[in-house]
């Protein structure tokens, strides 16, 4: 007997629903491992409508944009801005035909960033790394501003306009490996030359251009009321949420979901990234007065500190978990340690990833050692 779906691996429904004054909630079909749709929500006012996280690029997502707005007598060219919560196709594939369509400004937090972070920003990169290095002393850095990183991330944006730069870098992303795999773990040829395209010919197809980047503490009037930025980093470095103390409601896109965990990935402008997770979890869980959490994905909740703790508690059980596995299996590199924490039919590189990032919270709370073994994979020791 099959387990019942997640309310996130629920197919999109085609009727639009009203959740809060002036918002409605339009659900966008999507085709992601666990994911079945992922939630638009409009904000209606007397210029238009602003709309939150416009799914995957494509002609599918563009045509169930059109027909929700056209429920709510709403047309693209009537939308005046996009909000993207973070830098994952899935909330940022309309933006630039919205854009096209009706000048609509692009508003998303100033680390937006797609396609990974550059060479020099990678943690042991190469065999020879050294795991304890320099870059160690930005796991105290705050991240709430993050201001280190966001000059490097600026650098690089104004970088990307030389053509020549961009395939150079994308060259120099899909030819590196990821930070816990050796020199010989690279991608296959094929894959790469995707991936090649992806980040020189095929980007401004689908990446939206940021016309108003935001940071933590911004206000935005969106449906006539003013609605506060809070920069959530952990399931990306870039991620924002928007919170309306008016209504008391808070759009949490993926940082808090109803009822599964967002991903923590390892390969991160964060020295930690699941810390900085843990971080923004109890910041969110601190405001008072949210009534109603708006989820990128899954159904709209009311208890929105309680959610946020509940995930917080599912990290420190893989935590504990991964202790365990240490006991068992000894020093092992992140493969290793993924198998043992995921089903098999969940193993792959998102797995590695956010094994990666566990492992690493670990040796940056100073309860792990790392090095890497002749094969140049990083191994842990807890």
Known sequence: MSKPKRQEQEDAQEEISEVAKDILRMQLPIRIPGLGHVNMYALIDNDGAAVIDPGLPGE???????SRLAQADLKPKDVHTVFITHSHPDHFGGAVRLHQ?????????????????????????????????????????????????????????????????????????????????????????RESLRWLSFATLGRSKFLPPITHHVEHGDVLKLAGREWFVQHTPGHTADHICLHDPETGAFMS????????TPHIGGVSYLSDPLKSFFYSLDRVGEIGGVDLALPAHGHPFDDLKGRAQSIKEHHYERLDEIREIANDIGRADVNAFMKRLFKERSWGDMAESET??????????????AHRNEKGRLVYDI
């Not at 599918?60 to 059109?66: C, F």
């Not at 937006?112 to 990169?125: I, V």
């Not at 870059?135 to 970088?159: C, G, I, K, P, W």
């Not at 919270?361 to 792990?368: I, M, S």
């Open 253 to 260: 896109g993926d940082h808090v979901l109803p009822t599964i």
């Open 60 to 66: 599918d997502s563009w045509s169930a944009i059109v």
């Open 101 to 189: 369509e009706s000048g609509a400004r692009i508003v998303a937090h100033r680390a937006f960033h797609f396609g990974g972070p550059s060479g020099s920003h990678k943690r042991h990169t190469g065999p020879d790394a050294h795991v304890h290095g320099p870059d160690d002393h930005h796991s105290e850095a705050s991240v709430d501003d993050l201001v280190a990183h966001m000059e490097l991330l600026e650098r690089d944006r104004r970088r990307s306009r030389n053509p020549l730069t961009r395939i150079f870098g994308a060259l120099r992303r899909i030819t590196t490996p990821a930070p816990w795999k050796g020199p010989a773990d690279r991608a296959k040829i």
């Open 356 to 369: 990666y990032a566990h492992l690493e919270h670990l040796r940056l709370e100073g309860q792990a050692e």
